[in-house]
């Protein structure tokens, strides 16, 4: 996630984030020095033409608040169209509830507690750090684990030209007919400290620790409960979100390339700061999909036990906007409006004490209705 108000950084956060620095970091810093010169082609609106910057530049902008896409790799129109010989069918109403509402009971923040203490004890998980390179290999044999011994879920690297690979976990679907027509839920591992990315301390509990361990839960339940769809479910952690979806980029255009047709996917990017305003699940009405947001409120509504409220993200806010770029129907929720959101994400102070773990799994159910729903066949 891409977004933070200056106004709360306080200097003491900065000295400690110094102080803490460990050698390994220090190394870190080494190995990404070289790159900083290197320029990048970055977008940070539809309707403006993108520039060429450097890292630093880049890092200027995550400063700020200002939300971007880095598309050196992709530098194409920001929006393209799906073939006309296919387009995806979004239902209107929930009709599955039979089958939803047993893997929902079986849901526990027990491991979500265990997982995100784990996963935020790395120093950092930015893309190009040791650490994200560690955490990454952490996080993927959790999700092994947890699919260990079901022959119809796979979990394989989806690798990049930096150590910290993304993560693809998939359910096979039972109408092989359907291989290629896929429901996706998704989150990102990475983290990053705003003031020094590439070696300062970022624990990144809610950003997105938080949607990481949330659709984890929901996956496990789901392989551990017998959840055989009708077409491909997969699960995705994507790895260089803050660096300007790299990672989401790089999958969503091998699918692409490849002739994969992704009916929906719905992005989880921080989802366990409780606001002001009390526990919501917060669905995103801009750069989103309509009709597939619109089924969204539905989902809410019938497998929830909090409310939604509606906010506005801006341009490539998390990694749905990936998806939507290469014209697939992609959603977005979080743990609150924007305004209420939890303010310390990008600092040493994205921990776990701020957090909630039965809000986390208020959005494990949506993504549990999700999977479940959107598997079906229905005309």
């Not at 200056?6 to 020095?33: C, F, G, K, M």
């Not at 995100?116 to 040791?130: G, I």
């Not at 952490?138 to 947890?146: A, C, G, M, N, P």
Request: charged share 25%.
């Amino acid at each position: 996630m891409k977004f933070l108000s200056l106004s709360l950084l306080s200097i003491s956060a900065l000295s400690t984030l110094v102080s803490a620095s460990p050698l390994a970091a220090s190394i870190d810093q080494l190995r990404v020095s070289a790159s900083e010169t290197e320029r990048r082609l970055i977008q940070i609106s539809e309707d403006s033409p993108a520039k060429w910057m450097t890292e630093s530049d880049k890092e200027s902008l995550l400063r700020a608040g200002i939300k971007f896409m880095d598309i050196t790799e992709y530098p194409e129109p920001s929006v393209s169209s799906l073939s006309t010989e296919w387009q995806p069918f979004i239902p209107v109403k929930a009709e599955y509830q039979d089958e939803v509402l047993p893997f929902i009971g079986n849901l526990t923040t027990d491991t979500m507690k265990a997982n995100l203490q784990e996963f935020t004890s790395f120093y950092n998980r930015y893309y190009k750090s040791s650490y994200g390179a560690k955490s990454c290999r952490w996080l993927i044999q959790q999700i092994r684990d947890v699919a260990k011994g079901y022959n119809h879920v796979s979990v394989n690297e989806f690798k990049h030209s930096w150590d910290q690979f993304s993560i693809i976990a998939r359910f096979e679907g039972s109408n092989k007919d359907l291989n290629d027509e896929l429901v996706i839920v998704g989150a990102h591992q990475d983290s990053v400290n705003m003031w020094m990315p590439s070696f300062g301390r970022s624990p990144g509990a809610d950003d997105d620790g938080s949607g990481t361990v949330t659709i984890l839960e929901a996956f496990r339940s789901l392989v551990h409960n017998g959840f055989k769809p009708e077409r491909p479910v997969e699960f995705h952690w994507y790895s260089g979100e803050e660096a300007g979806l790299l990672g989401s980029q790089a999958v969503s255009r091998a699918y692409e390339q490849e002739g994969k047709k992704v009916v929906a996917m719905l992005q989880n990017d921080m989802t366990g700061y409780v606001g002001a305003k009390g526990p919501v699940i917060g669905i995103v009405t801009d750069h989103v999909d309509e009709k597939l947001t619109d089924f969204l409120k539905t989902l809410v509504d019938n497998y929830a036990g909090i409310p939604y409220t509606l906010t506005k993200c801006g341009y490539a806010c998390s990694d749905h906007a990936s998806w939507r770029k290469v014209g697939f129907p992609s959603a977005f929720t979080i743990e609150s409006a924007f305004e209420d959101s939890n303010q310390h994400i990008h600092t040493t102070g994205d921990t776990i004490d701020k957090l909630s773990f039965d809000h986390m799994k208020e959005f494990s159910k949506v993504a549990v209705g999700f999977s479940v729903e959107l598997s079906h066949v229905r005309k």
